[in-house]
């Protein structure tokens, strides 16, 4: 197998990073979504318990304690939306990082390529220039 330069294996790992941060943000999204159904029901709850239809009312107590159950659901939602917020940030964050790496690798990589160059029409100038055997210049 040929060996991968640094600039490669840094490409692989920031794509690598980039899709958890797409997986960190696809769980913000699920959990932006739940906590939107969450705070939907505790609406319908509030309206049922305001409602004046004697069905509604009969279960008041019912809508009271499913109210309570919603609003602990919707700060544990809470809760877990913050944590992932900071964990898509952190993701973004050493993907940035990372791609910052390559760049300066493939950057030392070129500049390295473009010394190397250099030096080999160097060594086929001064290649030219001398002797083929150290007896023609003692002939």
């Given at each position: 197998?040929?060996?991968?330069?640094?600039?490669?294996?840094?490409?692989?790992?920031?794509a690598?990073?980039?899709?958890?941060?797409r997986?960190?943000?696809?769980?913000?999204?699920?959990?932006?979504?739940?906590?939107?159904?969450v705070?939907?029901?505790?609406?319908?709850v509030?309206d049922?318990i305001?409602?004046?239809?004697?069905?509604h009312?009969?279960?008041?107590?019912?809508?009271?304690?499913?109210?309570g159950?919603?609003?602990?659901k919707?700060?544990?939602?809470e809760?877990?939306?913050?944590?992932?917020?900071?964990k898509?940030?952190?993701?973004?964050?050493?993907?940035e990082?990372?791609?910052?790496?390559?760049?300066?690798?493939?950057?030392?990589?070129?500049?390295?390529a473009?010394?190397?160059?250099?030096?080999?029409?160097?060594?086929?100038?001064?290649?030219?220039?001398?002797?083929?055997?150290?007896?023609?210049?003692n002939?």
């Open positions: 197998m040929a060996e991968r330069n640094r600039s490669e294996k840094l490409k692989r790992l920031v690598v990073q980039r899709h958890l941060e997986i960190a943000e696809n769980e913000l999204a699920d959990t932006t979504r739940q906590r939107v159904e705070t939907e029901s505790m609406e319908r509030m049922a305001g409602s004046i239809d004697p069905v009312m009969a279960f008041s107590i019912h809508y009271a304690e499913r109210y159950r919603l609003t602990l919707d700060q544990q939602l809760g877990i939306q913050t944590m992932i917020q900071m898509v940030q952190q993701e973004r964050t050493k993907a990082r990372l791609e910052e790496h390559m760049k300066d690798a493939r950057a030392l990589e070129a500049r390295e473009d010394d190397n160059a250099v030096y080999d029409v160097i060594d086929q100038r001064f290649a030219g220039a001398t002797p083929a055997s150290s007896k023609v210049q002939s």
